[in-house]
């Protein structure tokens, strides 16, 4: 395998795994041997640190991995400090609950079991991901479903909806159908 094939795949696989990575993994990976791994690998690593680049390819005893350069340290915890998405307000927390244990759901039918509009935190669930449109219901005016995304699972922890808790016997009572 030619030098700069090897090198695009060495970049490649770090940058896809985004761990460290082994010498011997790479070679394998690259049917090639440890020491064109090694060789190629230090000679990225001393070029992007030459250029200036953002990130650095460094050694981890007998491993590679792709980090940040450090000079971009403050850059990148103050866009990370950015990303963190706000809390959800009670009213949004509430309003998903009812979406996520009797969905699919319609507006009318969270503001029903609510008690107040809902429009607004809905609204800001749908901004979020965390809810979807998901269909019509057969009745006048074909109001829209909704329905909880993977995000939600992602955000909660959950790997389906069958691991959100059980609800109080008294709330299930009113749920009704979930429509």
Known sequence: ??????TAGIEA??????????TQRLAQALA??????RQSCQTLSETWEAQGRGIRLVRLEESWQLVSAPEWGEVIRAMLARK???KLSPAAL???????YFQPVTRVYIDQVRGVDSSHSLTLLLERELIEPCGTLEAPGRPRLYRTTPAFLRTFGLESLEDL???PEAVEERGGEGL
């Open 1 to 6: 395998m030619e030098e700069a094939r090897r």
């Open 13 to 22: 696989i770090l940058f896809a795994l985004g761990a460290p990575v082994t």
């Open 32 to 37: 090639c041997t440890e020491e064109e791994v």
């Open 84 to 86: 963190r998405p706000d």
């Open 94 to 100: 509430e309003t998903l609950a009812v979406a996520a």
């Open 165 to 167: 808790p059980p609800l």
